[in-house]
């Protein structure tokens, strides 16, 4: 592939975050699969409590989740669900 040298390439930071953020929330979602948990139930508990207990440290899922405000983590999942209305 070759790179137009003449013209600007942009990043988009939010986009690279956001990326993370839907990495980090699906690796979760598998970790809490994979030990039976209601993946919804969990990550509505830790998302309203901040309780970290509620999220299994199976796959560092704990770890993963704890990395990111939870704020971020709502505003990309209602985002994701904005975007599935249109």
């Known amino acids: ?14 986009e690279f975050d956001e990326e993370v953020v839907r990495r980090i929330i699906t690796d979760v979602r598998d970790a809490l699969e994979d030990r039976d948990y209601d993946v919804v139930s969990q ?8 309780d ?3 999220i299994s440290s199976h796959l560092e899922a704990r770890k993963k ?9 709502l505003e990309v999942i209602l985002r994701e ?4 209305l249109d």
């Not at 592939?1 to 939010?14: A, G, W, Y």
């Not at 669900?81 to 599935?84: F, G």
């Open 1 to 14: 592939m070759l790179i137009d040298q003449e013209k600007t390439s942009l990043f988009n930071v939010d």
């Open 43 to 50: 990550l509505v508990g830790y998302l309203v409590s901040a």
């Open 52 to 54: 970290p207990g509620y």
């Open 65 to 73: 989740i704890t990395s990111i405000d939870r704020c971020t983590i």
């Open 81 to 84: 669900y904005l975007k599935k």
